[in-house]
Structures are given as C-alpha cells and as structure tokens.
C-alpha cells in the first residue's frame, strides 16, 4: 500500500522519472538535476567588489574562495601573494568564472592546482611545473 502511494504521488505531483523534471504549474517544467556550477563550484560565475579592507592579493584570493566549499593552501612561492599589494584593476571582477577569478588574481606567471577531492586550490610559478 505504501508503494502505491508513492507511486501515485509522484505521478500527480508532476514528478516525470525518465527526464528529471518537475511541473511546478500548468506550463512550467524545471529540472530537478543538478546544474554543473553545483557539481563543479570553481565553474560558478561570480561578480566581484573587494572592499577598502582587502589590500593584498592573498587576502583577495581567501575572500573569493568564502562560500565556494574550496580553500586555498599556501605551497611554497605562493606565500608572496600575502604580501603582494592588490592590483587597482582587480578590485572588481565579473561576470566571471571563479577559477577564472582566481588566476586573474594569481597574474600569469601562475598556475592554479586544484585537488578536488580536498577541496584547496594552491599556485605554482610556471617554472615550477
């Protein structure tokens, strides 16, 4: 009996099992399926003001990362992010992709490593790799 419930009120509530969507009204499907920024987090797009407080690069990379479920660890070079000044130009940043946001941060004499299943992201100087 319980089956049969179930079973009834997934197929009234509107709940189609072959295509995971959902008819929320009359005329509206929404897909139930998780979107590729909720599986990938560094895909998500971001818009992005640093306040008067954030005066280094390392402080920018932290605030970018809050939320994200992602940390970022200090390996080796990248201890000088701590101490570089945060470029004008960067202050705000977006639409954009957050592992995007993060190398614009880093500059291109760095190469963001991602350990997904961590969750940290760290830099290496391109000689290094």
């Not at 909720?38 to 990379?61: K, M, R, S």
Request: a negative charge.
């Amino acid at each position: 009996m319980i089956n049969q419930i179930t079973v009834l009120v997934l197929f009234f509530g509107g709940v189609n099992a072959f295509a995971e969507t959902v008819t929320t009204d009359r005329y509206t499907r929404v897909d139930i399926a998780p979107r590729a920024d909720q599986q990938e987090p560094l895909i998500g797009v971001v818009n992005i003001h640093f306040g008067n407080d954030i005066h280094t690069v390392g402080e920018a990379i932290n605030e970018v990362l809050k939320g994200s479920g992602y940390r970022w660890v200090i390996y080796g070079d990248d201890v000088l992010f701590n101490t570089l000044e945060l470029p004008s130009i960067v202050r705000t940043l977006g639409p954009i992709q957050l592992e995007n946001a993060l190398q614009v941060l880093a500059g291109s004499a760095w190469e963001m490593k991602v350990d997904k299943l961590n969750r940290t992201v760290w830099f290496l100087t391109k000689s290094q790799e």
